[in-house]
């Protein structure tokens, strides 16, 4: 058993102290990588609430509700700060990148330590697979919210469809890697394909 707070409290101090010194940039994606870690604790208290109020087990959550949740949760700070701030899109992506990271961080610090990290092999593919995800969906989601808003057609229906291919690609990503075998290798591999064939549109759309 592991207190997520605690592990919370320990990478969070660190990280507010820095803050008080840097400036720009740096201090944008920090203060992103802090929000990221929070939203998935609090994602995780949602998805553990929901597993036992619905009766299903961990793997029927991670597959069904997990995705949903957690998109969801880091979509709501990004617009948020949308909303509020009007940043450029440069500071957009530099914020989700940000909750991104911080999420699957943190996400990735409570299964190692619950888990054990003797094998270097299940250490990496959880860094290189859950860890790239959590960017790749975020990105995504930054991507049609830039575009949208550069083409005057930020809308709901907008917004709901980039979380809606989110929640698809973070399921099917959970749905493969809970089969042995072949599905759970492609799984492996999903997120690290597409961040490299996100990486020519995100290219592309920063310089329009």
Excluded: W
């Excluded at 010194?21 to 929901?50: D, E, H, N, P």
């Excluded at 550069?150 to 089969?179: D, P």
Aim: include cysteine; hydrophobic fraction near 55%; charge should be neutral.
């Amino acid at each position: 058993m592991i207190y997520a707070e605690n592990i919370l409290i320990c990478i969070s101090v660190p990280l507010l102290v820095a803050l008080a010194f840097i400036g720009g940039s740096a201090r944008k994606f920090t203060a992103s990588f802090l929000v990221g870690m929070i939203i998935c604790l609090i994602s995780a208290y949602i998805s553990g609430f929901l597993d036992l109020a619905s009766g299903m087990g961990d793997e029927e959550t991670a597959i069904f509700i997990s995705p949903m949740v957690e998109e969801i949760m880091k979509l709501l700070p990004l617009l948020f700060y949308l909303l509020m701030f009007q940043p450029d899109d440069e500071n957009i992506y530099l914020s989700a990148m940000g909750i991104g990271a911080g999420f699957a961080t943190f996400e990735n610090c409570c299964y190692i330590l619950t888990a054990g990290a003797d094998k270097l092999i299940y250490v990496l593919i959880r860094g290189m697979a859950v860890g790239v995800m959590h960017i790749v969906s975020i990105l995504s989601l930054a991507l049609v919210i830039c575009l949208a808003r550069r083409f005057k057609a930020m809308s709901v229906s907008a917004i709901l469809g980039a979380l809606s291919f989110s929640m698809t690609f973070h399921g099917l990503y959970n749905l493969l890697v809970s089969e042995p075998g072949l599905p759970s290798y492609i799984g492996y591999g999903l997120p690290l394909v597409t961040a490299m064939l996100l990486y020519f549109p995100y290219k592309k759309a920063k310089n329009l």
